[in-house]
């Protein structure tokens, strides 16, 4: 499964593809608002950090405004995937953009017709938000399963991001369930590689061999 950083924190970013764990990027105009930083000066700083997509949200509400504002975005790198709203107005955009072979990430998905429309219009990836499901007490990862057999009965090929990630099991049970991406934030990613018995195992066998009199490696 592909892991994606959901930020847009230039700090975050560094130390992740530092890691070399990170296929790719999200943002969206709250963690760009978060960031403090220019959209566009922000988006050329992630490209060049992580080889991978990135994708970057329009704020137009009418189809033709979308494009506009894709048109722009897409000309900052080719790694950018225009990231729309799953509205009728969206939906349009990515059957235009997907037409013209510009990737797409269609998002704010909470239920599994959403992702069907989006798959008709071509979208690149589709983004269910697991955790504002949980929020209001509808299980999220009900709808990656759901969202995975859709497209496998029907041999679609957009690709279902797990986005709205709380905690590490939303990414273990979005890979158990089939999705092809979790979006992640930074914390969850360093939760990720966390666990206290390999932090206490890593000390027993550090003052094993410090105790043993063993010479340096190197
Ligand atoms: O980028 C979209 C998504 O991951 C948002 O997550 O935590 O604001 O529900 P959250």
Same mark, same amino acid.
Request: glycine share 8%; net charge negative; hydrophobic share 40%.
């Given at each position: #499964?592909? =892991? ?8 975050? =970013? ?7 764990? $990170? ?10 608002? /978060?960031?403090? @930083?220019?959209?566009? *000066? ?21 189809? /033709?405004?979308?494009?506009?504002? &894709?048109?722009?975005? &897409? ?33 704010? $998905?909470? @239920?599994?017709? @959403? ?5 008709? $219009? ?9 955790? !504002? ?7 999220? #990862?009900?709808? =990656? !399963?759901?969202?995975? *057999? ?18 590490? !099991? ?12 979790? *979006? $992640? ?24 061999? /410090?105790?043993?009199?063993? /010479?340096?490696?190197?």
């Amino acid at each position: #499964m592909k =892991i994606f950083l959901d930020s847009a924190d230039l700090n975050e =970013i560094r130390k992740v593809a530092e890691l070399g764990v $990170c296929d790719g990027v999200t943002t969206n105009p709250t963690l760009i608002a /978060k960031s403090g @930083q220019d959209f566009k *000066t922000v988006l050329k700083e992630i490209v060049s950090l992580i080889p991978g997509p990135i994708s970057a949200e329009v704020v137009s509400t009418e189809h /033709k405004g979308m494009l506009a504002e &894709a048109e722009v975005l &897409a000309k900052l790198n080719d790694n950018i995937v225009i990231k729309l709203p799953l509205t009728p107005e969206g939906l349009r955009a990515c059957k235009v953009l997907s037409g013209q072979g510009v990737r797409t990430n269609v998002t704010l $998905c909470f @239920q599994a017709g @959403q992702a069907l429309l989006a798959a008709k $219009c071509g979208a690149t990836y589709i983004s269910p938000f697991i955790g !504002r499901l949980d929020d209001v007490s509808i299980d999220g #990862m009900t709808l =990656i !399963r759901d969202i995975r *057999t859709i497209y496998d009965n029907y041999g679609y090929e957009t690709e279902i991001l797990a986005a709205s990630i709380r905690h590490p !099991r939303h990414v273990i049970d979005s890979a158990l369930a089939g999705a092809d991406v979790a *979006t $992640c934030p930074y914390k969850i990613i360093a939760q990720l590689y966390s666990h206290p018995l390999t932090d206490k195992g890593l000390a027993a066998f550090l003052e094993d061999w /410090k105790q043993s009199g063993q /010479k340096a490696i190197v």
